[in-house]
């Protein structure tokens, strides 16, 4: 078995062990495969075994590795991650099924224009600055109720959820705690939260897509 395969199975049996451990119940996450920077012949094991969800970040990348590859194998889902361009938008609308990194009414405005074209409804996600930190992207808590009920009248976006990049911290999970409260006040279904060094505390808080890349692939250079 490849190698990469075989780290998402050793995954997927670790997740279950550890939630069949729970007295509550908690529901098995979907993993995306986070494959940006791995060359297509490292994600094929994958793809072959029957994984659903890959996470990309980079526009120019991912449309040199998955429209071909999505035409043979129509069931994956793809999910886009990064930093968001508006002028890019019109490159992902098209080949994406989901979209993480929703953060301004100005890239929600364009996801809505373009989708209309391709008559697609992406799964989006909000993305949440759950830390408050200047330096990363996302919507600030405090607007981010008016920010959710003008993504849906004005431009009528399919929001499934709300994802975060947590501050790095070991053990982020009062982050996870918190972003489970803003989800719950809005009644969102989705959590997108949890990477490689801590989707086992954010699983255990709720996560419903927790982003796994170099803990599949390996390191990225
Ligand atoms: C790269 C990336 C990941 C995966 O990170 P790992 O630590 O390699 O698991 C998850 N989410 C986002 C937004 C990323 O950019």
């Not at 979907?30 to 793809?47: D, F, G, H, Y």
């Not at 809005?186 to 897509?209: H, P, R, V």
């Amino acid at each position: 078995m490849h190698h990469n395969l075989n780290n998402l199975i050793n995954i997927k049996k670790q997740i279950q062990l550890i939630l069949s451990e729970q007295s509550k119940q908690i529901c098995l996450p979907n993993i995306i495969a986070v494959s940006k920077t791995k060359p297509i012949n490292e994600i094929m094991p994958l793809i072959e075994y029957g994984h659903i969800h890959y996470g990309e970040n980079k526009v120019q990348e991912a449309l040199e590795k998955w429209p071909i590859i999505k035409k043979d194998f129509q069931n994956i889902k793809l999910h886009f991650l990064g930093n968001l361009q508006t002028n890019k938008v019109k490159f992902v609308v098209p080949h994406f099924d989901y979209i993480h990194s929703l953060d301004s009414l100005k890239l929600a405005k364009k996801i809505s224009i373009e989708q209309k074209k391709y008559n697609k409804d992406l799964k989006i996600f909000i993305q949440v600055n759950i830390g408050n930190e200047s330096q990363k992207n996302g919507v600030e808590i405090s607007y981010l109720k008016d920010f959710y009920n003008e993504c849906v009248s004005s431009f009528n976006l399919n929001i499934v959820g709300l994802m975060c990049l947590p501050p790095n911290i070991i053990d982020p999970q009062k982050y996870f705690l918190s972003m489970v409260n803003l989800s719950k006040s809005l009644s969102l279904k989705e959590l997108s939260m949890g990477m490689s060094n801590d989707y086992i505390s954010a699983i255990l808080c709720g996560a419903t897509f927790v982003r796994i890349g170099s803990k599949i692939f390996g390191k990225r250079h």
